[in-house]
């Protein structure tokens, strides 16, 4: 056997890897995939979940790594990454490896390729998964104001009902949404915020209580 051959068969055995996914490690996967994570794939068989945040929630970074540590090759990393404004910015970051355990992760939110709300995410948003898709996209409106909004600019209007629907079947927390010009969010009004901090409140991390409020 020829070295490159080698080295393509060693790399065939590693990328069909599966991995043992526990439940509590099922909830935070979605919730990452609903918020900042974003899955991977060069074949449709393989997929690898990308985490990356900024530098000022390098302890969230580090606690999702200790949650998923199992499937990552190797430990977050520090980058410099440079946008296209040309401001530079201090990041952490981490992969898992490619595996077929991700494969269904990928079939339902990633169709078509690109990112969407699968049908059946009233059965997996639980108050882990919120609050994890929160820590990812939650901010406060103001100060002054306990209402919450969760940054879903990216997803379609069907994704933004379907999330609504979740929230409302499984914590009876009522949303509205609000037009902005990248896209749309989700408002969840001050009316709303006991529900919410009953439901998450526990799973907060300190360095993102800031968040909940």
Not at 77 to 84: R, V
Not at 86 to 109: A, I, M, P, V
Request: hydrophobic share 30%.
């Amino acid at each position: 056997m020829t070295e490159a051959n080698f080295v393509k068969d060693l790399n065939k055995k590693f990328m069909s890897k599966r991995f043992k996914i526990t439940s509590r490690q099922k909830q935070i996967i979605i919730g990452k995939i609903l918020g900042d994570g974003c899955l991977e794939t060069t074949n449709g068989i393989t997929y690898r979940l990308k985490i990356e945040h900024s530098a000022k929630q390098k302890e969230y970074v580090f606690w999702a790594y200790k949650e998923l540590k199992n499937l990552s090759p190797g430990q977050p990393k520090f980058k410099l990454h440079k946008s296209s404004n040309r401001r530079t910015y201090e990041k952490y970051w981490f992969n898992t490896s490619y595996t077929s355990s991700l494969k269904f992760y990928g079939q339902q939110f990633y169709p078509q390729g690109k990112k969407v709300v699968p049908k059946l995410i009233h059965r997996w948003l639980t108050p882990l998964t919120l609050a994890v898709w929160f820590m990812d996209d939650g901010s406060i409106k103001s100060k002054e104001c306990r209402g919450k909004i969760i940054n879903t600019q990216s997803f379609d209007n069907e994704s933004l009902k379907r999330l609504q629907l979740a929230m409302k079947s499984n914590f009876d927390i009522k949303t509205t949404l609000r037009r902005q010009k990248d896209g749309t969010q989700i408002y969840i009004p001050a009316s709303e915020y006991d529900k919410l901090k009953l439901a998450i409140g526990k799973y907060m991390l300190p360095s993102l209580s800031y968040k909940l409020g």
